[in-house]
């Protein structure tokens, strides 16, 4: 299995951005698809974006389409959130995956996952 650690994560006004980071541990890193999901008071963890091992192939929730960008270093063992234009309603606790896999059009966490980051956005 792969740990994960995220960071990145505090308080911002609503427009800000923010970049989350995690770091991986474990030489089988490379191989998976990592994605990223969130936790808002009282909801459900929802997808938010997801790479592939490469990085060739990325997907996004449509919440996070044309404001977020995942990327990954896999020489770092590192995978990054970058979220622009916040708004809160992405006040969530964010959390890395580490397997992340889709099936249809819905999206699904792995095995291993990290701690989280808290999220929040103010007006």
């Known amino acids: 299995q792969v740990q994960l650690v995220e960071s990145g994560g505090g308080l911002v006004q609503a427009g800000g951005s923010l970049r989350l980071s995690c770091q991986a541990s474990g030489r089988t890193f490379s191989s998976y698809t990592m994605g990223w999901f969130r936790q808002a008071p009282g909801k459900e963890r929802e997808f938010v974006a997801a790479i592939t091992w490469s990085g060739e192939l990325t997907y996004y929730a449509d919440s996070a389409k044309g404001r977020f960008t995942i990327s990954r270093d896999n020489g770092k063992n590192t995978v990054y959130l970058q979220m622009n234009s916040l708004k809160p309603d992405d006040t969530a606790v964010y959390f890395c995956?580490?397997?992340?896999?889709?099936?249809?059009?819905?999206?699904?966490?792995?095995?291993?996952w990290g701690q989280g980051t808290q999220v929040t956005v103010s007006l």
């Open positions: 995956n580490a397997g992340t896999r889709g099936l249809g059009k819905n999206w699904y966490g792995g095995g291993s």
